[in-house]
């Protein structure tokens, strides 16, 4: 029998569809593109596997391609939460790690070198854990009451991962994400746990 003191429930992590930028492999963070053609079929086939009705919360990123992937997945009852914003790249925002890597005459990696200010100021690993801590209390306190689902961008997902198993900010470096994929988070003998990560939707 489990002890009733054991903390349960899950964390879905939704990646929203594809974008021009995703597909090319541009760092999309502040720039608010939409979905492609492809990106909103991948949402739709979201609906399959996923029922509104399993979760408690329902929390998206301000950015419309994650608000609309939840919206084309049937989630109707959706709160904005400001913290899943992805990463600010600053001044490699739009550009690939190629060309960036290119630029600087070594492999570059977001997650330990970080970005410098551009347009917008940027954010260093340390910035997007913070973010990724406060979304995690706020989906903490909701799950006695039921499942979490979050709906958000590659790099923010990847923090909060990486966050609820209490690794350091710098180790996203590890993981990878691809467009409209499903990850989860949960609990293994009381314990944070990841139970799936960057799974395809599978009908």
């Not at 939409?34 to 909103?40: A, K």
């Not at 925002?93 to 005459?105: K, P, Q, V, W, Y």
Request: proline share 6%.
């Amino acid at each position: 029998m489990n002890d009733s003191t054991e903390p349960t429930g899950r964390i879905v992590l939704v990646r929203h569809g594809e974008t021009e930028w995703s597909l090319s492999g541009q760092h999309t963070g502040t720039t608010d593109l939409p979905l492609t053609e492809r990106g909103e079929e991948q949402a739709r086939q979201l609906r399959a596997v996923l029922d509104p009705a399993d979760f408690g919360l329902v929390l998206s990123s301000p950015l419309r391609r994650a608000q609309h992937t939840a919206e084309l997945a049937g989630f109707t009852d959706v709160t904005i939460e400001p913290d899943l914003t992805e990463w600010d790249y600053g001044a490699y925002e739009g550009r690939t790690t190629a060309d960036i890597s290119a630029e600087l005459g070594r492999q570059w990696d977001l997650w330990n070198d970080g970005v410098p200010a551009g347009d917008t100021p940027g954010e260093s690993a340390a910035d997007v854990r913070r973010r990724a801590d406060v979304v995690l209390a706020r989906a903490r306190e909701a799950l006695p009451q039921g499942d979490v689902i979050l709906f958000a961008h590659g790099h923010m997902l990847r923090a909060i991962a990486i966050a609820w198993v209490s690794l350091p900010p710098e180790s996203g470096t590890i993981f990878a994400l691809s467009t409209s994929t499903l990850s989860e988070l949960g609990f293994e003998h009381g314990r944070p746990a990841i139970r799936k990560w960057n799974a395809p939707i599978a009908h």
